[in-house]
């Protein structure tokens, strides 16, 4: 499989989480551990789909504690979408051999 289409493929595993819980977190991870030490570029998306679906996780924590302040509702519905958007971006940008950074992630893995 060519590398653009490998980080494509991870990008979007995401997404299969709404089929099999927890998939969506695996996936990704699995792909990225078995190989981010055959390329660099794979090791970049691995690391910043990581870091979003960490990232995403605090934000949505952070959702559910404002939404006794009503504020969280927006917020969770924002990141609903983000976490649809942010994975179709970088997997188009993936195939088109370019990085993708998701633009709020938090650096967990660098």
Same mark, same amino acid.
């Given at each position: 499989m060519?590398?653009?289409?490998?980080?494509?493929?991870m990008?979007l595993?995401?997404?299969?989480?709404?089929i099999?819980?927890?998939?969506?977190?695996?996936?990704?991870?699995?792909?990225?551990?078995?190989?981010?030490?055959?390329?660099? #570029? +794979?090791?970049?998306?691995?690391?910043?789909?990581?870091?979003?679906?960490?990232?995403?996780?605090?934000?949505?924590?952070?959702g559910? #504690?404002?939404?006794?302040?009503?504020?969280?509702?927006p917020?969770?519905?924002?990141?609903?979408?983000?976490? #649809? +958007?942010?994975?179709?971006?970088?997997?188009?940008?993936?195939?088109?051999?370019?990085?993708?950074?998701?633009? #709020?992630?938090?650096?967990?893995?660098?």
């Open positions: 060519e590398l653009n289409q490998f980080c494509m493929l990008h595993s995401q997404f299969a989480g709404y099999v819980p927890l998939i969506g977190i695996v996936l990704p991870i699995v792909m990225w551990l078995t190989n981010k030490d055959q390329s660099y #570029i +794979v090791d970049q998306h691995g690391k910043q789909i990581v870091n979003w679906m960490i990232s995403s996780f605090i934000y949505g924590i952070l559910l #504690i404002l939404t006794c302040a009503v504020i969280g509702v917020l969770l519905i924002g990141l609903a979408i983000l976490t #649809i +958007v942010f994975p179709i971006i970088g997997a188009v940008k993936a195939a088109e051999g370019n990085f993708y950074k998701y633009p #709020i992630n938090i650096k967990f893995i660098a």
